[in-house]
């Protein structure tokens, strides 16, 4: 039902799926002292929400939006208010007519962002990311899953500007990165979680690029046909890493499986270092712990601190 009450008394408000609500609504029930917002799948948000937001909400810190019609003009309204100053956290989810111009007016006029999360806004491409990585130099978490154009030009901009910052990375289904962009992520001397869930292109000689870090704690390879049991084998490497995603890797047999969980143990007598994977029922007493699954049934094993 349509209600005209304030929005944002007591803690964060989530609309989600309230297609009542429209920019007059915004306008007439947002609060100042408004923090977090989170507006997700509501079909009437435009970019006259975008505005009510940025003039009636000088404190906000967060701001989550899934919205179909916002386009670039909105993003030009962050840089003339208090946002500017408060916002720290940014996620706009699949924002479809969102494009370069209007990423690049949004990274402008937001430059004390830490984390930002453009997840499935299919038109925004490599030259975006340059602008974001030459602007927001503190950002700390970046989404770009589900974003078809970026390449792995839009990871060399990255590890130029955001290498001693950025902590997290999502490039989930993102169908050009390829081992070339795995070079550049290697570099990126902060980054402790990096997921490439379903990302086509990345092979052996890239993840075994990445078996350099010594700052991974978190590492996702679900669905990644190309990988092979001989470039997993190289996850031994990983010193720091705690946790393994593998769902639907079809290199996950059980002999590597067997192989990991002999390398964790000292089976084999080797000197490498305990690694974080361990499968099956075996408990992680280095409370490390591994995702994994065969293929093609998934099979979700989560080991446990003793």
């Given at each position: 039902t349509l209600t005209t009450e304030p929005?944002?008394?007591?803690?964060?408000?989530e609309l989600i799926r309230c297609n009542e609500i429209t920019d007059t609504v915004m306008w007439a029930g947002l609060v100042p002292n408004l923090e977090i917002l989170i507006i997700m799948d509501c079909i009437n948000i435009s970019d006259e929400t975008i505005a009510a937001i940025c003039q009636m909400l000088p404190s906000l810190k967060k701001l989550q939006i899934q919205a179909y019609h916002v386009t670039d003009t909105s993003m030009a309204y962050f840089g003339s208010t208090l946002a500017r100053e408060n916002l720290r956290v940014l996620m706009l989810h699949h924002c479809w007519e969102l494009s370069n111009q209007g990423v690049a007016n949004l990274a402008h006029g937001l430059p004390n962002l830490h984390t930002l999360s453009l997840s499935g806004c299919s038109k925004v491409s490599d030259d975006a990311i340059e602008v974001i990585a030459e602007q927001i130099r503190g950002l700390r978490y970046l989404d770009l899953s589900w974003c078809p154009r970026v390449s792995d030009a839009a990871l060399e901009y990255i590890a130029c500007d955001l290498s001693d910052t950025l902590t997290h990375l999502i490039l989930d289904r993102c169908l050009h990165i390829t081992c070339i962009g795995m070079g550049y992520v290697a570099t990126m001397t902060r980054l402790c979680h990096l997921s490439l869930r379903w990302c086509p292109q990345v092979r052996d000689f890239g993840l075994q690029t990445l078996c350099s870090m010594r700052s991974f704690k978190s590492l996702s390879i679900a669905g990644c046909p190309q990988l092979t049991i001989g470039g997993l084998s190289c996850l031994v490497q990983m010193q720091t890493l705690q946790e393994l995603e593998l769902t639907n890797c079809p290199a996950a047999t059980k002999e590597l499986i067997n192989y990991l969980r002999d390398k964790t143990n000292g089976r084999d007598g080797s000197s490498l270092p305990r690694?974080?994977?361990?499968?099956?029922?075996?408990?992680?007493?280095?409370?490390?712990?591994?995702?994994?699954?065969?293929?093609?049934?998934?099979?979700?094993?989560?080991?446990?601190q003793l």
């Open positions: 929005l944002g008394i007591g803690c964060a408000p690694i974080p994977c361990l499968c099956m029922s075996c408990v992680d007493k280095w409370q490390r712990r591994v995702i994994v699954a065969t293929y093609p049934m998934p099979m979700h094993v989560m080991c446990r």
